[in-house]
């Protein structure tokens, strides 16, 4: 390779990767009146904290300007003070400009140049507003108290204050569900009233953008907190949804109605009277077969003192059904629809399989998921 060649190759990748830097660039600047010769400061804002960037005096023009580089859209505050500051979602190539006067900065501003910085700006005035109503709500009460139409007044007031929580709470619903991609629903996901409660606290709106977000932006570390968070409370919501079951449902458990492998209808409540052992698998799922030895040993043990197992297939293929009933020497009630048995599985809240509930002579869950020796000493308890 000659020389020249090579300088001219050089060359080009200086060019390619300076313009590669040039396209991942962001500008932030403006101006903010009365504010001149102070400083003005710009922090990315973190899961739990902030990380300061960078601070810039103001000059006698009010005007400032940051530069800075990134690669996903990033959220940084533009901060006079601890108490003034403006939330931005930065993305690559964004040229945002901040317009505001110091005595209101945070509260009235004009921001340009960034879509995700001009959502955050209605998320944060439309919240603004609902709490000074709120706000005149909470004082009209302070200051009738005592008065002898209080009460009546006071169930007023108390209508129009949760009106306005669920018009705030629609209104930000939305924005979420109309914007599952925007780095501004994070923030309007994470929006609070003066007390520190949540605006949104529906979860299957969390769930919407935390899996829309993530699949964007995996490296985000904001979006894959929110993603983490929102999968936390999935888990315990379902864990109470079955304590919930099991505490109210648990005296008149569900009743199953499925057929066995002969077609012959066979319900749960029809085992009243015995300790049952209700049981959810797959056949063709090798996994979900690991459990049938340990269920014929408690079987074979218990089956003269009045257990019975009820095994629910939600499997979908009749011939692994046949085959494991006959390998693994099942003798019990086996039933399925090999369409999931998914009213079963739904009326049980099935996660996951292998899963079992016990159930009492008079049909109370009494526990559940036993395996291996808790399931020995939960019969025993019973049936001795």
């Known amino acids: ?15 390619f990767l300076n313009a590669c830097k040039k396209n991942n660039q962001f500008t932030i600047g403006g101006r903010i009146t009365h504010a001149e010769g102070d400083t003005v400061y710009l922090e990315e804002l973190l899961v ?24 996903i859209p990033t959220f940084y505050l533009l901060k006079l003070s601890d108490n003034k500051f403006v939330t931005l979602v930065v993305d690559s190539t964004d040229n945002v400009i901040v317009e505001a006067d110091a005595a209101n900065f945070g509260k009235e501003y004009i921001v340009r140049g960034s879509l995700g910085s001009i959502q955050i700006k209605e998320l944060t005035e439309n919240l603004y507003h609902t709490e000074r109503k709120l706000d005149s709500l909470r004082q009209l009460n302070n200051l009738y108290k005592g008065n002898p139409d209080f009460e009546s007044l006071n169930a007023n007031w108390n209508k129009e204050y949760a009106a306005l929580v669920e018009e705030q709470s629609l209104y930000s619903k939305n924005f979420v569900l109309n914007n599952p991609f925007s780095m501004a629903s994070v923030f309007a996901l994470y929006q609070k009233y003066k007390d520190q409660s949540y605006v949104i606290k529906d979860l ?38 079955v304590k919930k079951f099991i505490e109210e449902e648990g005296v008149n458990s569900p009743d199953i109605l499925l057929p066995n492998i002969d077609g012959e209808e066979i319900a749960l409540s029809s085992l009243r009277g015995k300790v049952v052992l ?20 408690a079987y074979k043990k218990y089956k003269s003192k009045g257990l019975e197992i009820y095994q629910v297939n939600l499997g979908v293929n009749r011939s692994e059904w046949i ?19 998914n009213s079963a599985r739904l009326k049980y809240n099935i996660q996951s399989i292998p899963y079992n509930y016990l159930l009492d002579k008079e049909g109370n869950i009494v526990a559940k998921n036993l395996t291996g020796i808790n399931l020995d000493k939960a019969l025993a308890r019973l049936l001795n």
Not at 1 to 15: D, E, G, N, Q
Not at 281 to 286: G, I, K, N, Q
Not at 323 to 341: C, F, H, M, P, Y
């Open 1 to 15: 390779m000659s020389l020249k060649r090579f300088i001219f190759i050089l060359i080009a990748a200086f060019l």
């Open 48 to 71: 739990s904290s902030t990380r300061p960037v960078a601070k810039e005096v103001i000059d006698k023009n009010g005007e400032f300007e940051f530069k800075g580089e990134v690669s």
């Open 204 to 241: 299957q709106t969390m769930r919407t953008a935390a899996s829309a977000l993530h699949a964007i932006y995996p490296n985000s570390m904001l979006v894959n907190a929110l993603y983490e968070n929102t999968l936390s409370l999935v888990r315990q919501e379902k864990a109470a949804q």
């Open 278 to 297: 209700v049981h959810f698998w797959a056949a063709e799922e090798p996994g979900s077969r690991v459990l049938n030895s340990l269920l014929a040993d």
């Open 323 to 341: 085959d494991a009933i006959d390998q693994d020497e099942l003798t019990w009630i086996n039933v399925g629809d090999l369409k999931g048995s």
